[in-house]
């Protein structure tokens, strides 16, 4: 599925290590799966996706093994480099990208080599999808206005749902779960998590 509608193939990409690339991966792919069947390509050597999902609740691959799942959804979660080529395939191979960014326009603007890459994919395949989506956001504070210019610099649309930094994601990355699977306390998680694969879809 390319145009609209949930992605296939989803790639949580970006140059640098820390931005919640994992994070997010494991989290949107426990929110997909309760739409559709739904696998983790964990893509990245260090293998957090594959120690995070080790009990098993969400169907993990890595390796060769990350390309030819059979679910609705696959969830890619990519190694913190732009040249590393399971990521340059994964790129290649998405239907949808979504790069987590820190509130930070320092960060952002360390992206821009990705960004580029993307952009180059995208003209030559026009139906990738691909946002950057704020990620670990104060709590309580808004984007700082240097952020939202940051954010229109760059030639991928942010989402608008950003993912504030909760101390919930990580409890439930020491626990091996999501957090759809603590209840009332990571509410606000799970809505912020909704509302990006929501917008995903839109
Ligand atoms: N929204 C968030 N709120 C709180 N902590 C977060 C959030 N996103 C990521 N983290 C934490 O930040 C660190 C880096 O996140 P991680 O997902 O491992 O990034 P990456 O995979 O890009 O290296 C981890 O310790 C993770 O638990
Ligand atoms: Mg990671």
Redesign the pocket.
Known sequence: MSQGGLPARLAVL?AK???????LAVQLAAGLARRGSTALGDLDPQG?ATQWCRSGWLPVCGGEQAWGVRAQHVVWDCP?SVQHPAAQRALREADAVLVPVLPSPLDLWASWQLVEAIRAEQSRRPTLRAWLVV??LEPGSALSAAMHEALREFELPALRAV????AI??TA?LQGVSVYDLGSRAAAAVAEIEAVIEEMQT
């Open positions: 970006n290590g820390g931005t919640g690339k994992t994070t957090s913190p990620n670990q993912v504030r930094r909760r994601y990580r990355a």
